[in-house]
């Protein structure tokens, strides 16, 4: 209950960062009389914010849901948790601004060092509120240390994977463009965190 | 309580969805000085734009009907719906661009392709949700077989009249506007989803 | 419990829409060098669309509390219900153009009309979906009929208030203007509907 | 129970309001081809913008704590509150503008007036808010007359450094850029208000 109000405002940071992605494809201005080829053309020249749109929209979702599932364990949330939640909002929030970028320059690295640098800090954010909450008691007894541990080696995890497309996209902006597009495939396969684990403690609620 | 915050995400994408579509319903600029007929041809300008913000409105609004209904029934969450969630939610975000587009360009086939493209897809996602959520005992007790069919058979339905309604729209962009137009007062009438079946399950929680 | 997600989106949309009034505000480009005149100028430019802000979000504001009001006594939703309160949305949406043409042609009938006519309209569909809950008996017991009658009465005060200044306002723009900024005075201060009775009920929960 | 659906209110404008801050931060238009030192300038001047994004997201993220820990303590919403909680949000929705502007002109009075303005205005309607529930018994037991003034001398606290940072602006933009900038360093850091006393009166729910 204390973490309620935490939750509605990242629910409604993260549901209007994805619908403002769309803001960024703009429908196109097409010479009169409009024709065939003109309107193929125009559609072709709308793939890299569409493209955009698609793969923001779903690592905002998989971020999200990293957030939901460190929540559903978080009891009690102090100052410190606060303000750790909203400079992870932060990072949160930009993302439609790194996406706009990215669609508008693919082929730069600044673009990909904006938009992978983004990711990365949030990810950081993410591991600095588990292992805040875990350390100060804020989360339900069902966190053995082995469950703050998976959920430690999972939001790791995607850090690597940020940073290593982020440093790819550095010197080979189409080498980081293919790792980002990949990402939500890793993520929506199911997990390294036990299942089983979750529902146990989940089911001892 | 499981399904809270994805009920949350998802009542706040919608909410800016259709709240975003105003930002298409420009302000025309008029020549100075402001004269009767200037005003009545500029407000004649803004007719295509006002109608696709009501047809969008009402058609995101009956689409999330359709997702509160189905969430009544929903207990838990597992990974799979989760995303199959953020898939749909993707597709409700697009709908302000496939209106933009639509009113920018109404007689264009591809603008009913993209317009019928995008709610066709989200209603995809939404039958793979309720048979995801079926298929594997998220749903509460009171959904028997009989239940599961009659939400099927609705969503199944609207699908069809997407896909015809986009099929004649690529064609004859006309006839495919006139449908669009139509598919609200089609859902505004009492559905097929027997109401007492709905409010025996609901009285026995 | 009902009821909830009904006002999840209903929040939403009122929270969307007040805020997007501030994207009619926008930052005015000065000639370089700045000047302190320049400045000043730019500044009382802006008087028009932030007065247009203030208004409008205290109106928005003032039908929020309505719907607050209103949905205390609402135990249930009906489809016929959930319709209403989608066409009570849309309006409620569209504020934000019709105070950006406002903003934009202060002094033009055109303008009072289309701002008027959509909170008139809004304010018939919040008179349709008090008098559809009473007569189909989805409001809680502590709404005798004398209840009913004093909500009935002060949705109507409004609708009446609307209707005087739209009219007022498509022959003497000027006077709907003024109406139009009073129309908050009039609702901050005590209402109509006794507060005891309000109370009472409340307290009977 | 009462007090949710302001919550819900106030939790969505102050959402928005953060996210809407990034589309303030543009993206570039480069002259093709794109160089290395093109692309740096242009990172260069997004830096106002940026910071602009930083400061505000974190003052209002600052805001909206000060909001949840007052509602905390608020068992009940009258009229009067309701209005003082719109007033209120009147101004955290203004804030994307004020800052639009500040990124847009930083160094001139008028940019710091409005922007210090906006907070000022803000902290005084909080300040009134937790008067008028402190005064007329709408918040809970707990808050014994220490309590409330704890919490009002930390909001005059903040209206104090607002009005502050707003004068020295107005004569030294510089500093006051930085006195606003510095701002949440002073409100990360641990409080005034006894972290025993508040947990104590949590404990006690």
């Not at 193929?40 to 955009?52: E, F, I, R, T």
Request: hydrophobic share 55%; glycine share 8%; net charge negative.
């Amino acid at each position: 209950m204390e973490s309620r109000r935490v939750e509605a405002l990242a629910d409604g940071v993260f549901a209007i960062a994805m619908t403002l992605l769309v803001l960024e494809v703009r429908v196109p201005e097409l010479a009169e009389p409009v024709t065939g080829t003109g309107m193929v053309d125009a559609l072709a020249g709308l793939l890299p914010s569409v493209a955009g749109y698609v793969v923001s929209f779903v690592i905002l979702g998989m971020i999200w849901i990293g957030h939901h599932n460190q929540f559903r364990f978080i009891r009690r949330v102090d100052r410190a948790l606060l303000w750790l939640n909203i400079f992870y909002l932060l990072c949160v929030a930009f993302v439609p601004f790194a996406t706009a970028f990215l669609a508008r320059y693919p082929l730069q690295p600044a673009s990909l060092l904006i938009y992978g640098g983004t990711l990365l800090l949030g990810g950081l954010m993410h591991l600095l509120h588990w292992n805040h909450a875990v350390g100060h008691g804020l989360v339900s007894e069902e966190v053995t240390p082995e469950v703050a541990e998976l959920f430690r080696e999972r939001i790791s995890m995607g850090i690597a994977v940020y940073l290593a497309a982020t440093l790819a996209g550095a010197f080979l902006p189409k080498v980081g463009l293919v790792l980002f597009a990949c990402m939500p495939i890793l993520y929506v396969l199911p997990g390294r965190i036990d299942p089983r684990l979750i529902e146990e403690a989940a089911a001892e609620e």
